[in-house]
């Protein structure tokens, strides 16, 4: 089945494989989807590597029940209500980050035209690259396997596709076919528009795709071992930010019962105001006055001259008080006092919930870059100069740094205050924290180390290393700290020094070795140097108008004259007494 699959891509066909009776994944789950197909993409990028040689021999290894099952392994052992928001939350874990590499991102509507440009862009790649769609909850890949003699798409899907009775991937050389592969996975959603397709603005953002192109970074010889320890890894923090995500949601939530609570609270407060006020104002008569015809002539009959002391308090208080309160059995008064006790009640409740919350509640603060709120687990705290900034704001002025080779790295708050002349410094560790890309903190550490160290490029081995700064200042020579090499040279002509010796950059000093090391002598006059090749020891400087004789054994002048007569007599007197003749 392999060789008949592989021939009909050959020669420009289709050819889609079916898997039927896997167990599928739950239905609109994006996180299962994505690790389904990172996976499928990393364990595929391995098989091209591992093959070394052209797509036919990788067809057959995709076209196999076992590459479909091993990306839907790994998603049996995440748990089922847990999910994360974004495609980014999947893949920045440790087995997919050290296997994969983002190139470039794309956002658009998914028809053909979308497919066939980003299938373009990727057989542009010298390699084997993949395209990872998005658009919750659906998420599919499409993988170029790189060939001279020409590149073959792969396409799988870890969701069943309508009128397919199990999971299938799709091998094609054709850009159009593979599009049109693409584009029935992927439909465009035309609900909520116009007949036509023309949807509002709200519609065609939800119906727009994201798409992300991979290429394979160089694999680690790593054992079985310590690869599922990796993936054990990755699937533990995936679960840890999960969780995260859920507490966040909820805290949300009790956050939003908590102020429709209060809401509620105030909106009975107000009707229980309303209501007093309305029994107290219905129900309570005013006090018959005591100065009424019948209190008077009730007490004419006892004593008209000579008033009591009661009746004239009674008097008094009829004229401060014109009400009477109600009895205790007054259906009004308890109806009042429920609603109160009720009050008081959900009151208190409502007062725990809110202690409750606040200790459990997550701070905020404020931004001084974009001006924003964050919870304060999103904080980045740079220590020499207290400030805070949200983790956004720290790795974007980070990276931009970076990439200007800019070092020591300062807090952005600080260098915006023209009056602060100490700014704070942003260090290593804090570097590590923000999430920076491995290529930037691999210029971060050069940086870091420059401080203290000079980067050195040896011309023998032509090997670049670092070496000690006040070293490398103090000596007027440097020397390869590399193993086996050792080169010596000097830092201001760049010349070789061999064998250690005393080095001068005009090489007057290296001559002067030499002359020492061949014995050579020096004209006694002019100072030439002169080898004496055959002959006595009688020698004659050449260079004209100097005349000198000299003894080549014992250095001495004879004399200077160009007189024949002069230089035998000289001579004659010479080599009488010279000791080494």
Not at 38 to 64: C, H, M, N, Y
Not at 67 to 85: N, Q
Not at 360 to 376: K, M, N, S, V
Request: glycine fraction near 4%; charge should be negative.
């Amino acid at each position: 089945m392999a060789n008949s699959v592989v021939n009909d891509v050959r020669i420009g066909k289709e050819q889609t494989i079916t898997f039927t009776g896997i167990d599928l994944l739950p239905e609109r789950n994006l996180t299962l989807y994505t690790l389904a197909v990172l996976t499928f993409v990393r364990t595929a990028f391995a098989t091209v590597e591992k093959s070394q040689g052209s797509w036919d021999d990788v067809i057959p290894q995709l076209a196999t029940r076992q590459a479909i099952e091993e990306p839907l392994t790994i998603c049996h052992r995440w748990s089922d209500h847990l999910h994360l928001d974004t495609f980014d939350d999947v893949f920045h874990v440790p087995i997919f980050e050290r296997s994969l590499r983002q190139v470039t991102a794309k956002f658009g509507r998914p028809d053909a035209k979308y497919f066939q440009e980003a299938l373009q862009e990727m057989l542009s790649i010298k390699s084997s690259v993949a395209l990872i769609t998005v658009r919750p909850p659906v998420c599919m890949a499409c993988l170029k396997i790189f060939d001279s003699e020409g590149d073959v798409f792969v396409v799988f899907s870890p969701r069943l596709i309508p009128g397919q009775n199990g999971l299938s991937v799709t091998f094609c050389k054709s850009v159009e076919l593979i599009a049109h592969r693409l584009c029935n996975i992927m439909p465009i959603m035309d609900r909520g528009g116009t007949p036509g397709g023309n949807l509002n603005w709200q519609a065609r953002l939800l119906s727009n795709c994201t798409s992300y192109i991979f290429v394979p970074r160089p694999s680690d010889d790593v054992d079985g071992a310590l690869e599922e320890s990796i993936i054990y890894s990755s699937l533990s923090l995936l679960t840890m930010q999960a969780e995260h995500a859920d507490l966040q949601r909820q805290k949300q939530a009790l956050v939003k019962r908590s102020q429709d609570l209060e809401k509620k609270a105030e909106d009975l407060r107000r009707r229980l105001q309303g209501e007093k006020y309305i029994n107290v104002s219905r129900h309570i008569e005013p006090r018959p006055a005591l100065r009424s015809v019948n209190k008077y002539t009730w007490l004419s009959n006892h004593d008209e001259d000579h008033p009591s002391s009661a009746q004239q308090q009674d008097s008094e208080d009829s004229d401060s008080d014109d009400f009477a309160i109600p009895p205790d059995d007054d259906p009004n008064l308890k109806l009042v006092l429920e609603l109160q006790r009720a009050f008081d009640d959900e009151n208190l409740e409502l007062a725990t919930q809110r202690d409750a919350l606040l200790k459990t509640a997550q701070r905020h603060y404020h931004c001084g870059i974009c001006l924003d709120d964050f919870p304060e687990d999103d904080v980045v705290h740079i220590d020499t100069c207290e400030h805070k900034i949200c983790r956004d704001c720290a790795r974007g002025h980070v990276s931009a740094k970076i990439n200007e080779h800019r070092f020591p790295v300062l807090c952005p708050v600080c260098t915006a205050d023209p009056r602060n002349r100490n700014p704070g410094e942003i260090s290593g560790f804090l570097v590590q924290l923000l999430g920076v890309s491995e290529e930037q903190y691999a210029t971060w550490v050069e940086m870091e180390m420059a401080q203290f160290s000079v980067l050195i490029n040896c011309r023998k081995c032509n090997q670049s290393a670092f070496v000690d700064r006040a070293d490398a200042i103090a000596s007027d020579s440097m020397q390869c700290p590399l193993p086996r090499c050792g080169h010596v040279w000097c830092k201001k002509c760049q010349q070789t020094i061999e064998n250690n010796v005393e080095h001068s950059c005009d090489g007057s000093k290296e001559f002067e070795n030499l002359v020492q090391q061949k014995q050579w002598k020096y004209c006694p006059s002019c100072r030439t140097p002169i080898e004496k090749q055959f002959g006595c020891n009688h020698l004659s400087c050449i260079v004209p108008g100097c005349n000198t004789h000299f003894c080549y054994g014992c250095g001495v002048t004879i004399n200077r004259t160009a007189v024949p007569s002069e230089i035998v007599a000289g001579k004659t007197a010479h080599f009488r007494t010279c000791r080494l003749h």
